[in-house]
């Protein structure tokens, strides 16, 4: 499943008072299909900030409401910043946990039916029904023009070739005539399974079934989050699926569309969204899949392992009952991992043995190394990190911002204090930070990022300068604080330490710097 | 002179002072630009709190210190260096308030009261 990640573009275009709407009502399957299509950002609370990423609340009751204002949308005067994240449904179904639920019943009824009907395996006959399901017009951010740092997954509408179709019905027929007893009497229990026995379905396949599947409600969940948030949308045609007559129906929709193409998007709530499933090839090959007996041998490819499984289909249900026994710690995976204190230190080190000036690239090397530095360092305190954010003309290039979720105190006084919705973070590799230096970020400070910004440079700044931003803050109520070197080392020591946030040194410059302030 | 109840809050709070002073010390040899967190924090602001209250302002170490600011994230040697110099300002009242009584330190209580044994003063140690 390919993921829009509006986060940088969408809250930026609002203004975030505090909110008050009700959560969205949660979908009967939730926790059985987290499908990410595109995905809104769901703001944490102000008062409570989650230390690590297992904090995440488990319901939609747990979430806080997104904070809307209509007054300040305007959407069409900024370039939406669109990042692709591959994200993945998930779909591991807990039978014992939402047995009561009439639509898991009608998912697992129809995942048994495609394997088991009136005591015989007829899986060609709702084959057409999978395969249709696999493809996703409508919904899909298909018209995303490009992903980024090669994080590519097939694209989810890309549909099954004839010969795909062939080799699939195959497959599903050696199950008919093979037999796997297992699955002859019982379909599939866990759906994911299909992609450790079946060659060209994998998890994105998977996840976009189950999008699919899902697809009624995430509209209505993406009509309700485009009205509060006032979202333009327009009428679109979408397949969903009828549960009753088991098969997908046109209905037409008022959705978002991606400007370029018209294409619908749809929205999914943050916490839904996983980089792998639960059940899924590459966890099976690597953790279970048997290295020391003759199966790693015989298994050359994908294919060849694919077709152990089929023949060896214990060994998938063994696997299987582990992650359904183990199944506590199938939680959403942050989006987002930091890199390790390991690396924050090493680089620490490279970034402080980088000369100041142009010299060999050493601004590009500094701008790398603290964009990683810095979105690891903060969050996830600051979340959504966007390097090299562009405005439409190109003219302005911000070198880092961070949406501003208020989810801590002090980003909530910032936000109170300055309309900080976005944290402008301009990298300045220079010996020495001068008055173009801090003019440039002041022109940077428009009205929907606020009047808050951080210099990141590599010595502290002379008196003069410091004297500036005082000016500044005198004159239009503008924070720019002035980081340094020694800042960023003490960042990274506080998150070696844990001794406190990183976070922390930008709230000190900030008391530091409304100390110098005049009144 | 000094009360009974003084003696004790004083002893109290000397001893405290120096294992925090101990603990903080370790931590500032090894890694001295280290963040030191909020529950230290506010532990260690209490007992300066309550050392600031019976040093009185003859005997504090900095008259406009009161304690630390969670807010300007003190280092481990911020607080290391601080929390020395009150042990040191602790000893001064402390030297200030005993006597030799029969061969023993004790300190300067009212006529009539016992003699509160105590050790004797660290600026006189190996004289």
Redesign the interface.
Known sequence: MKTCNMNTSLPTAINLPPPSYPAPPPPPWLGLFNTPLIHIQEPISSDSSPSNPSDTPDSIDDYPPIPSDSSNTNFSSQKPSLNILPSIIKTFLYSNQVNHKPEYQKWVEWVKGNGYENGRVVYSDHLPVLLASTSSDGIDVLSIPTGRGGLRIPRMVKSFSHSDITHITKIFSCFNVTGIPQVQASGFVHFEGIQLMVDHIAKDRVSDIACNFISSWLIDYTIQQCDLLKIPCEQCQLDVYAYDMHKFVKETVNLPVLPTTKSPLLFVPKRWLRLDPWLGYDDYYQRHFPKTSGAVIAAGSRIDILTYNRQNYGLVEAYVKEKERTHADCRNDPLFSPIPVLSVKRKLSMVQKIPSGTKDAADKKYEDAICQLMASLLYPQLDFADEQSRVDSGVLIRDMIFYNNRSYKFLKDIYDEYDCRQIVVELKNVKEIEREHINQVNRYLKDQFGRFAIIMTRNPPPKPMFRNTIDLWSAQRRCILILDDSDL??MC??FA?R??LPV??I??KY??FTRACPG | MIKRETIDAFEKTQAQMEALHREIAALSRKSPNDGVNIFKLGLINKVVHTTNQLLGETYRPFADFDSFDENNLPTVSDVAMVLAQYLNCLEKYRADNVHVYQGYWCWCTGAGEDCIRTAQPKKLEGK
């Open positions: 080392a003490m020591g506080l330490s001794q406190r922390d040194v709230m000190k008391v530091e």
